[in-house]
């Protein structure tokens, strides 16, 4: 008996024993049951792990430290699975991770996995886009990627771009490229499609291309960097969806000038004229005092330009798409409408935008796709900028008498323009793309694709300036009399009606072929020829009819002073493009691309430019021995670098190597009673003109910690700008030899720039509660290292060691406190300072002669764009609430503000508030500005100098969105797939030293905006 009980307890140990040694076997699939491939397989809390093969299979030795596997995969949500005890097979479905969809990222001509990426690409989704109160697409993409460098310039709803974008310190816009169609690198132009033009509902994704070697497909064009925009298509067999997006905004000035008025005008102007020994008649005590009482309205006004203003804007967007299909057809429509109503009366814009797309299965493998989209935009304008002309306008002066009649001030009066009295500028913009793509997967090559694409432009845009004259009246106080101004009044007064219009097409034509395939589940291998022509046709004429009857309706019958101007440019463009890539195991990957460009801004003998880039990645994190490793910490590794040549020739004008020449009417002369025209040369030619060239370099770290709950990006990037095409120096072509303004370009300097982007992300799950914080940080620095033979050059000016962009000023050194000091100092008006008087600025003598000249001003860096962008995004939700915001911050950053303080007229100034209280005085010395006075522009006050630059950094509240995502059990009810209403504003408050305006409004015009809004979302 006891044996037998012997032999069944050892061979239950045994079978016990055995059992624990046999491997964990498993299948790792997706939502679709399809096989996931690469997936990571490990024990918990051990180094032992294994990969998912091509069939989502994985075999894993036992571990006898836990029974829990984990598993995780790039785009999927990491599992976890405790086995119970002498389980050894397992299916595991792994469940789309919506914070990593975007595994696959669009590139230039093609789509890459994020993971197998080598250069320096960047994606913005399109829900963080649609965050934003805005019209304009441009501004959404503050903040989002590091070295994307976005300004907004002005809150001018009638202005086509209401923001600046940059690539990593380039002062030139990036080029655009829309569903693979390169349209422009300005920003700016009028003929072809802008990042305006879009509405933020249609958008898939942007991305932007900040390296060579992602922008080399680009050629010439992506010298600038490059924002791919991919918008919305249908995506696999649905039911039809309706989505609609509305959003309603009210808008306000964040800064308007504090403007004097007419009494503490009136008492400072007098101190201005003693101060400039002016001839101006100052007020006497008397005018002072009915000023100060405002007991003579029509003889001294109390007047403030702004607030004439309308206190509130408003914008509002509309938006609905529709998409569905079937296997072989799939479709996607939208409509959108946007209205924005500007703070000045008449200003406005209103933008219709529409598309449509459709995907036709004609044939296994062949798909045939039609795309159209389009915009009609409608910008008013006054053709005046309150806000500027406030600056040169009297409080003092009667702008509306107490009968209600317009006052005439020598013929004017600013409520003409600020009400919209006297006419109007419309501009009318028609855009429209069509595209149509063949793409056809080659059956006989496994991962061969080939394609033939077409795109036509046809865009229009025309521009109608209306002036009428507006009688105004002048007053007699002797009478308290009124009388009609006749230099206001028809017939004297003229009408008149002027029209640019331009036409604008474009034909796209490409082919290309696209060869992706993995051999052995190890060897990737990828490959893209592509070949492409563009033509282009830009036609406009302006005309202007003016006679004293004219009236938009009797403008084909009037007669009257009329002109007609006109032009008519072509241009073609042809580019070979390659690229081919290789991925071993999903380790390491190369990259190699070139593009072939040829321009014919140069003569034929330097027309076309060769430029490649190569890059290479290694995931670190993939390889054996980072399995082997404690993983709890660190979870992902990769290195990328790259280097790579782009060309310019955007600089140079078209044909710019030969001779051309030009009409001009007003140096002609009588030759037998007949006037000719005169005739001169267009620009000096440059037969020896080639491409400007770009050496870029990039390297960069990715890392994840903790699951992918924390991610890092750093990103090391420096270039060489050769050959650069920049107009002659002075210094080569002097005025004596008689080109002065007209030098000829050369290929001429070399420029270093250097900087850095680092992006940190974090985004966790507490329970039902979320959250995301990321940091983007940018900075850039550039200098000169050769300018050529500077050697004749004053030592002060030579760009040898100095920025790409400077102000050319004199150094100053304070404000004189005393007489004696200016007795003491160099002399600074040519006269031994007679003119020069406490409260003054100082000039350093830079050359120690004694005077302060010319030879005294020096170079200082031009800090009109900063150096360091900074930008901190945070988000929340919980049960359906949710909360995200945006912080901008710009460091580095400087303005000269002369202008802003100071006009140049010598007659009028409209003084602001910190003329009466930061000017210096004798009983103020340490005042911020110089003492009041009206100077001309040679005066010593309004010398171009440092000391007018004042510090802009600023921390902005740019964006803050609350809302609620309404349940699904409640949305059911409405028969509705998606509901989500949400409270938004922007530019909620700014954190700056410069407190006398906003530090990013680049002009005295039209201000920046601060926005409150409500959105409402639903999904049918």
Request: aromatic share 12%.
């Amino acid at each position: 008996m006891k044996r037998i009980l012997f032999l069944l307890a050892f061979l239950t140990f045994s079978v016990t024993t055995l059992f624990a040694q046999q491997k964990v076997t498993g299948k790792v699939v997706d939502g679709g049951n399809e096989p996931v491939i690469g997936a990571q397989v490990r024990w918990k809390e051990t180094k032992e792990a294994t990969i998912t093969a091509v069939d989502g299979t994985f075999s894993i030795a036992p571990s006898e430290q836990t029974r829990t596997l984990v598993v995780s995969f790039i785009g999927y949500k990491t599992k976890q699975l405790t086995l119970s005890e002498g389980q050894t097979q397992v299916s595991i479905k792994m469940e789309d991770d919506a914070q990593n969809l975007d595994e696959v990222v669009v590139v230039g001509y093609g789509l890459q996995k994020k993971a197998a990426l080598t250069g320096s690409v960047e994606t913005i989704k399109a829900e963080d886009l649609l965050m934003m109160p805005t019209t304009n697409l441009d501004q959404a993409l503050v903040g989002q990627v590091a070295g994307l460098q976005v300004m907004q310039s002005t809150g001018d709803p009638s202005s086509a771009r209401e923001a600046d974008l940059h690539v990593r310190g380039i002062n030139s816009n990036p080029l655009l490229v829309i569903d693979g169609v390169p349209r422009f690198g300005t920003n700016t132009s009028d003929g072809e499609m802008r990042l305006s033009d879009l509405t933020p509902d249609d958008i898939e994704s942007v991305t932007v291309l900040k390296d060579a070697a992602a922008a080399a497909v680009y050629g010439a064009r992506a010298a600038n960097g490059v924002i791919l925009v991919q918008t919305k298509r249908a995506n696999g067999k649905q039911k039809l969806r309706l989505n609609y997006r509305g959003q309603f905004n009210l808008q306000e000035a964040t800064h308007l000038p504090d403007f004097l008025n007419a009494y503490e005008f009136a008492k400072l102007r007098n101190q201005a004229i003693e101060n400039s020994g002016s001839t101006l008649t100052p007020y006497t005590d008397a005018q002072l005092e009915e000023i100060r009482t405002h007991s003579n309205p029509n003889v001294y006004g109390d007047e403030n330009m702004l607030d004439y203003l309308d206190k509130t804007g408003w914008s509002t967007t509309h938006s609905l798409s529709a998409s569905g299909g079937s296997d072989a057809v799939k479709y996607y429509m939208s409509l959108g409408y946007a209205d924005t109503k500007g703070i000045y009366s008449g200003v406005g814009r209103q933008r219709l935008n529409y598309m449509a797309k459709l995907d036709a299965t004609l044939a296994k493998g062949l798909v045939l796709s039609l795309d159209f989209n389009g915009s009609r935009t409608n910008a008013k304008n006054s053709s005046y900028t309150t806000v500027d002309a406030a600056y040169s306008f009297s409080p003092v002066q009667v702008l509306r008498f107490t009968n209600g009649e317009l006052a005439s001030a020598d013929g004017s009066n600013p409520l003409i323009n600020i009400l919209g009295l006297g006419g109007y500028r419309q501009d009318k913009f028609k855009l429209q793309a069509i595209t149509a793509t063949l793409n056809w997967e080659i059956p006989w090559v496994k991962g061969l694709n080939a394609y033939a694409r077409g795109t036509f432009d046809d865009n229009s845009q025309v521009r109608k300036t209306f002036s009428k004259p507006v009688t105004l009246y002048t007053y007699d106080a002797t009478t308290d009399s009124y009388s009609p101004d006749p230099n206001t009044v028809y017939p004297t007064a003229k009408v008149s009606l002027s029209q640019y219009d331009q036409f604008f097409d474009s034909q796209i034509y490409e082919i290309g072929l696209n060869y992706n395939r993995t051999f052995n589940a190890k060897h990737d291998v990828e490959g893209t020829l592509v070949a492409n022509y563009q033509r282009t046709h830009t036609l406009y004429m302006d005309g202007t009819n003016q006679d004293k009857g004219i009236y938009p309706e009797t403008m084909g019958t009037a007669l009257g002073d009329k002109t007609l101007t006109g032009n008519e440019s072509r241009n073609q463009r042809a580019s070979l493009i390659g690229r081919a890539k290789y991925g071993y195991d999903n380790r390491y990957f190369v990259e190699f691309s070139f593009r072939v460009d040829g321009s014919n801004n140069f003569a034929p003998s330097k027309r076309w430019g060769f430029f490649p880039s190569i890059s290479g990645a290694w995931v670190i994190s993939n390889e054996p021995f980072f399995r082997h490793w404690n993983q709890s910490v660190l979870t992902n590794a990769k290195l990328r670098a790259s280097t790579g040549w782009l060309g310019n020739d955007g600089v140079a004008a078209a044909y710019s190597y030969l001779k051309t020449y030009m009409e001009v009417p007003r140096s002609g002369y009588t030759i037998g009673g007949n006037y000719r025209p005169g005739i001169q040369m267009n620009g000096n030619p440059n037969a020896d003109l080639t491409w400007g060239k770009t050496h870029d370099y990039n390297l960069a770290l990715d890392l994840g910690f903790w699951g992918g709950r924390i991610g890092l990006s750093a990103e090391y990037f420096w270039r060489y700008e050769t050959d650069k095409i920049t107009a002659a120096p002075d210094y080569l072509y002097p005025p004596s030899i008689g080109v002065s303004g007209n030098v000829p370009n050369l290929n001429f300097s070399e420029l270093k720039a250097w900087g850095w982007d680092l992006s940190i992300n974090h985004r966790n799950t507490i329970g039902k509660f979320k959250y995301n914080v990321g940091v983007v940080l940018s900075k850039t620095d550039d200098e000169y290292l050769d300018f050529g033979d500077e050697s004749a050059q004053n030592a002060n000016l030579r760009r040898k060691g100095m920025p790409s962009m400077v102000w050319t000023m004199y150094e100053a050194c304070g404000l004189f406190q005393s007489q004696e000091e200016i007795d003491g100092w160099a002399d600074q008006d040519g006269q031994g300072n007679t003119s020069i008087a406490p409260g003054d600025i100082k000039y350093v003598d830079q050359n120690d002669d004694h005077k302060i000249d010319v030879n005294d001003m020096i170079y200082v860096k031009n800090s009109s764009y900063p150096d360091m962008d900074i930008a901190v995004r945070l988000g929340a939700s919980y049960k359906g609430f949710f909360i995200n915001a945006l912080f901008q911050g710009e460091t580095g950053y400087k303005k000269n503000i002369k202008e802003y303080y100071s006009l140049d007229n010598g007659t009028l100034q409209r003084f602001q508030r910190y003329h009466l209280t930061d000017s210096w005085t004798p009983e103020n010395p340490n005042a911020e500005y110089p003492r009041v006075k009206f100077a001309t522009s040679s005066d010593n006050n309004r010398k171009e100098s440092t000391f007018w630059v004042k510090n802009c950094n600023f921390l902005r509240l740019k964006m803050l969105n609350i809302g609620y995502q309404f349940p699904q059990a409640l949305i059911k009810k409405a028969h509705l797939t998606s509901a989500s209403i949400a409270l938004q504003g922007s530019n909620l408050f700014t954190l700056t030293d410069l407190t006398d305006m906003d530090p990013e409004q680049t002009s005295r015009g039209y201000p920046i905006q601060r926005s409150y809004g409500l959105t409402l979302n639903l999904g049918f």
